[in-house]
């Protein structure tokens, strides 16, 4: 049998598409690949269930993909509730309760393989308690972290940023925090989980994921590349170097991204339309406006109304993904669910779509993102800044204005904004308060479309881009050669077993 890898991608659409891009590598390099699923109907999550049926369909040829089954306690009690990350109502209990009952199903999966064939299980960093398993089998556990090292970095500090005694993060509100290799970021832009009581039970149990992705494995894979995020980089590295008497030092941490979806990679039955209108507009004249899987679901009907505004008083070319407000879905029903189809009408403003026809394409659901920013039309992105929606940009050299919703997106746009730091971005003020006014968004688009900035910062992200493409060169790529890195020392742990 031939050396194997066994993934354990985590729930939702952003943490399971890279690590699929990840398998890509994996069999490039001769690897056979085998991934573990948690039964995507088990969470209820409509557009993460239609992705692995999708992503499944196109690599099953490739890919050994097995579904565990569900734990035996569960099939004697109603599911749990949707803990998915790509929700606005994700629960992180609900979730890690979800991967540690599954554990047994996972160690049986493993077990029934030859297990010296078994070269690794990488499993996601929200599923580190899955590493319990590969121990326990003496296989080499791996972390795999699908967002920014600046992020990786400060889930891996968190039990020294908040020493017993002092204020919480929660209490610290706006006060800066000042860690080595990153910009000064507000407490506030911490994951919802650490703004919490300190004494409550989620609290705990994100300060003690911190823990484990630190100490808990063989080494953690992160979804960047080292020229994105030098700095963190090198404060990483460094905190290996260090020694001494002071805390336990990180695992050997590899930058292997940029790993996002290449175009052409769908099998779509037919190019989506709103390619067709793309092609019958100016290069780079497009403001793309989409907010990832739970789209603009976040948004009340009255910031869709104020976006409208704002868009039309720019003057500029707009491609924009609506989705149905979670408020005005009838029934209860799942907005991310395609049969949820926002009623244009009713929530934007009386005649937009008459007046803006002739520059706008306003699409419901869905737009095929990867190839949306790569067109030579598309000019800007206005983001919820997840991560691989970051990368997507990045590679297609597509300058960002950024407007966060939830979870770490807040420190994603702080580090894409610094121009000491990323430089690829703008921050769309006033998402801090729940609403981005539309005179807001007028002055953001004619700023990256018009002015002097606008141009130093396409600039920026160009260089980026390049810079991207550079990493997985052959011959020198720094993602390249740290990804052999980690199959180097994969493989060392295989002969020492």
Not at 227 to 253: I, K, Y
Not at 307 to 320: D, K, N, Q, T
Not at 418 to 424: K, L, R, Y
């Amino acid at each position: 049998m031939k050396k194997t890898m066994v993934l354990y991608p985590g729930l939702a659409v952003s943490h399971f598409l890279p690590m699929m891009q990840l398998a890509d590598e994996l069999l490039g390099r001769g690897y056979a690949v085998a991934v573990a699923l948690i039964d995507p109907a088990a969470h209820q999550q409509v557009a993460f269930t239609a992705t692995v049926d999708r992503v499944v369909s196109s690599k099953k040829h490739a890919i050994r993909f097995h579904v565990l089954p569900r734990p035996r306690v569960e099939r004697l009690r109603r599911p749990p509730p949707a803990t998915t990350t790509d929700r606005g109502d994700f629960s992180l209990l609900g979730y890690l309760d979800l991967v540690k009952r599954h554990n047994r199903c996972l160690h049986g999966f493993l077990a029934s393989m030859p297990l010296r064939d078994v070269h690794a299980l990488v499993v996601d960093s929200l599923s580190v308690d899955a590493l319990d398993v590969a121990q326990g089998l003496g296989v080499p556990g791996y972390v795999f972290h699908p967002g920014n090292a600046g992020a990786f970095a400060i889930f891996l500090q968190l039990s020294l940023i908040r020493r017993e005694g002092r204020p919480s993060f929660r209490e610290l509100g706006d006060t800066p925090l000042e860690l080595p290799g990153l910009p000064s970021m507000p407490a506030s832009h911490l994951w919802d989980e650490l703004l919490e009581d300190p004494e409550s039970e989620v609290y705990s149990a994100i300060m003690a994921l911190g823990r484990k992705n630190s100490q808990y494995c063989s080494g953690i894979l992160v979804n960047t590349f080292e020229s994105l995020e030098p700095r963190v980089a090198s404060a990483l590295r460094g905190s290996r170097g260090g020694g001494g008497g002071g805390p336990a030092l990180p695992p050997p941490f590899y930058c292997v991204g940029p790993l996002v979806e290449k175009p052409g990679e769908r099998d779509d039955e037919r190019r989506h339309e709103c390619l067709a209108w793309l092609d019958g507009q100016p290069d780079r004249s497009v403001v793309f406006l989409c907010f990832g899987s739970t789209g603009s679901a976040n948004h009340s009907a009255e910031q869709l109304r104020e976006i409208a505004v704002g868009l039309e008083r720019s003057g500029h070319r707009f491609l924009w993904v609506v989705r149905a407000p979670v408020s005005t879905v009838v029934g209860g029903g799942d907005p991310y669910d395609p049969r949820a189809e926002p009623d244009l009408d009713a929530l934007l403003p009386a005649g937009f779509l008459h007046r803006t026809s002739g520059r706008s394409a306003v699409v419901k659901l869905w737009a095929p993102q990867v190839e949306v920013l790569r067109h030579r039309a598309t000019a800007a992105f206005v983001t919820h800044c997840g991560w691989n929606s970051v990368l997507e940009g990045v590679a297609a050299g597509v300058p960002m204005l950024c407007w966060p919703l939830h979870a770490e997106q807040r420190m994603n746009k702080a580090l894409m904004v610094a121009e000491a730091e990323m430089g690829v971005a703008v921050e769309m003020a006033g998402w801090q308060w729940g609403l981005v006014a539309a005179e807001e968004v007028e002055r953001r688009v004619r700023q990256v479309m018009e002015s002097e900035a606008g141009g130093e910062l396409r600039a920026r992200v160009a260089a980026q881009k390049a810079a991207a493409a550079a990493a997985w060169a052959d011959g020198g790529g720094s993602s390249r050669a740290a990804f052999s890195a980690f199959l180097s020392d994969v493989d060392k742990r295989q002969l020492a077993r």
